[in-house]
């Protein structure tokens, strides 16, 4: 029983632990880099692409031409993506999305294929 118990309690608060990403600032993403980041859609570029802002900077989001999804300016967002690694990424960033956390909670996978 008390085996058991002990597999519980590590399912409850070790794994998720375990698997929580930690956010990253903008202004320190680096290119090829998973990241999961924090901030307000400030412009919409394109039907598949916006940008988001935090206190320390703004990066593109690409959410792949597959995806209808839209966002309003304003809209605070957590997404989690990889940042390009090409040339121009290093003078202009820009995040591929995977998953996005709206305002409200709402979680969307995004189809990168």
Known sequence: MSYVFSIFLSIIFIIPIAFAEEVTTIGNLERGMSATIEGEVSRILD???????DE????????GWKNRVSFPTGEKLTVRGIVDDDLESYFRPELYALEI????????KLNQE
């Open 101 to 108: 956390i709206r305002e409200d909670g709402t979680l969307i």
């Open 56 to 63: 320390t900077g703004s990066v593109r989001v690409y959410i």
């Open 47 to 53: 039907e598949d692409e916006f940008r988001i802002q």
